[in-house]
């Protein structure tokens, strides 16, 4: 069977609890299509349903949701190192922590891997969800949740909850989409005008 590709912008909600850190909604729409292709309240769910694609994955500032990230990779017995064997991880984060980019290698098919590459959407669009919608002119809107209220383990999500967290990926999955149809499909902003600047 065909590794499918995909490429999707996600997000992470988290508990506010400093005594109770976890992730509680995940979300992710697809670039091309703005379908929802993922929605549910853990990590791991997410990264099971990860291992059987070829995924490029956006987060808006990579910082916060990457250390998420790396979190649910080293306590589940994920490696880091160069081999791109199944469970390793590269990482691209420079000495004082800014994040570039997380790839995660599940399989090794036909000299295919399936494999996620995490990067970082706030390196191309260095602005707000809510100003991202408005500058970009987009038919959805940031929308507001109380962050504060209690979502024990399990918390099966509000069709409110759902729809914020749905809006924020959706916002930030057109603004790409367009700036991919533009040419612009690099890892930054700056490599974009790099690259516009030798062409």
């Not at 349903?49 to 649910?72: Q, R, S």
Request: aromatic share 14%; with cysteine; charged share 25%.
């Amino acid at each position: 069977m065909a590794i499918k590709s995909q490429k999707i912008v996600a997000d992470f909600e988290t508990t506010t609890d400093p005594a109770d850190v976890r992730v509680w909604a995940v979300c992710a729409v697809d670039i091309e299509t703005f379908e929802t292709v993922h929605i549910g309240n853990n990590i791991h769910d997410f990264f099971q349903w990860l291992a059987n694609k070829h995924t490029v994955c956006y987060f808006h500032n990579l910082k916060f949701d990457g250390e998420f990230i790396l979190h649910y990779l080293l306590s589940h017995g994920y490696e880091h190192n160069d081999t791109h064997l199944p469970k390793t991880f590269e990482t691209l984060i420079t000495d004082d922590g800014i994040f570039y980019s997380i790839t995660v290698y599940f399989a090794k098919e036909n000299k295919k891997y399936r494999k996620v590459t995490f990067y970082d959407s706030l390196k191309k669009l260095p602005f707000k969800v809510s100003v991202i919608s408005k500058a970009f002119e987009l038919p959805d809107e940031k929308l507001v949740i109380d962050y504060e209220a209690p979502r024990p383990v399990g918390h099966e999500l509000t069709e409110k909850e759902k729809q914020y967290i749905v809006n924020d990926c959706r916002i930030v999955a057109q603004a790409l989409h367009i700036q991919f149809e533009q040419g612009l499909k690099k890892m930054t902003n700056a490599s974009d005008a790099m690259n516009g600047y030798k062409e």
